[in-house]
C-alpha cells in the first residue's frame, strides 16, 4: 500500500550529497532550530542522519517533506538484539500539508525496512493523534522529573558512598559515554542502539545545548555543557542553570541531559554526585525509567515531581521474529489476531512459551485474542499493560489470556529508552 505522489512533486531517496544541507534545513524547520555554523554540528548531522538513510518530497522550489529511517538494533527482554529502524525526521511544509507527503514517505519507510529484514519500526511521535493510523503503538514509557533537592534528599543507605567520579570533556566524554550505554544496553529493554554519529554531541560547542534539547525534548539550561564518569559504569552530563532566591540564597538548577549507569552502585554514585552539587535547590531529569530505584533512595519521594509520558513507540512489521527473539517471563500458549490495515503485520500467530523462551509461527486457529497492530506494538515489550487496553475495549477476547500474556509479557525491567534521535 503505497500513497501516490501528487503531481509536481519528485521523491528523492537517497538524499543527494549537495542536497544535504537543504534537507536538513528543511527538517529543522520543524523544530524552530537554526543549523548555526559550528562545523562540527553538520558534522554529528552528516554522522547521525545520513543521506543515504534519507528520504524528501520536493517540488520546483525545493524540498518540502523530509524523513529518514535509521538502521538500528532494538534490545528486548533478555538481551537479545532483532534488526529495526528509527522513523524519524518526518516533517511536511505547512504550505503542503495534508496532502499525503508524510504518507507517502512513511510507507516507504516501512516498505524499505521489510526489503530489508528490519522486525519494526520505532519512533516519537511529535503529537499523540499522528501515528497510530499508521499501526504505531506506545512501547515504553519514561517520567520526566523535577528533584527538590532539599526537601526530597538522599538517604544514607544509597549505594556508591565514597565513589568520586572524574570529569571529562570532548573527545573523552563522547568515547565514555559511548563505552558505558553500550554495556548497559546489554540489559536494557526498549533501548535502541543509535548510530555511532550520535555520540559526537560531545565534540561540539559545550555552550550549544541545541543538540542536547533534540535528544531528550527537554530545555537543557543554560550554561556550559559538564561531564563526570565513573569509569566503565555511569556516565553524567549536565548543565546548571545558577540562580537567587528573593532571600538572595543559592537556587540553581541542575539540568541533566545524559544518565547512564550500568549497575545500581554506578547509579548510586552519580546520584550522590548530582545532589551534592552546591549551590542547587533542583535537579531536572528530562527521561527516567518508570521503575528508577531512585524512589526509594530519597528520603521523601514526594518531592520528586514526576510526569508520565509515552517515550518510544513501535510499529511491527514482523511479529514471529520478535516474539521468537524476546525471552519471556512465565509461559504459557496464545493465539493472537492482529490487523493491520496497511497489510505488513496482518495475520494470526501461535505463540508457545516453554521455559521463557517462544516459539512463534503463523496459524489459521481462531484467535484467543484480537487487537490493531499498534495495540501489538504497544504491548510487545511488557512496557504497556494488556490488561488496561482490554479495559479499553482495543484488545478483544478471552480476558484470562490477557492476564496470561500480561504476565508472562512483563520484564524484569520496565522498558526505557534513554534518547530521542
Ligand atoms: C505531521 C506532519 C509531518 C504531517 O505531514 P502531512 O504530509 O500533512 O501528512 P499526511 O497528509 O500524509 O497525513 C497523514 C494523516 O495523518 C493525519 N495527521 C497529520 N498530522 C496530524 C496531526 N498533527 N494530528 C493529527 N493527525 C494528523 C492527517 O490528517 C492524515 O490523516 P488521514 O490519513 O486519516 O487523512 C506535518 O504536519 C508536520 O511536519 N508537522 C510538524 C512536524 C511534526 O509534527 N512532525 C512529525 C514528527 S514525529
Redesign the pocket.
Known sequence: MTHALPTGFEQLEPIPEDRYAEWLNCWLT?LAEPLGTDPAVLEFYRRTYPAERGLAIADADGIV?TNISLDTQLVLPGGARVPAVIGTG???HPTQ???????RLLDRIYERAVDEGKVACA?????W??YR?FGHGPAAWYDAVRIDVRRAGLRDEVPGAGIRLRRVGGIDARDAARDVFTRRSHTAPGELIPPDGFWDRFVTDPASSALDALCTLDDPGGGVRQCAVLDGRGFVSYRIAPGWSTEKAPDGVVHVVDFLAVDPEAAGALWRFLFSIDMVAEIRVPRLPVDDPLRWWVTDARWLHSRRRDGMWLRLLDIPAMLTARSWAGDGTVTVGVHDARGWAAGTYHLEVDKGVGVCHRTTTEPDLELEVSAMGAIVLGGTSAAGLFRAGEIRGDSGTVRLWDAMATPERAPFLAYVL
Open positions: 520543524a517533506a518526518g516533517f511536511c500539508t495534508r496532502r499525503g507527503l508524510m504518507s519512533d516519537w511521535p511529535s503529537e493523534p499522528i493510523r
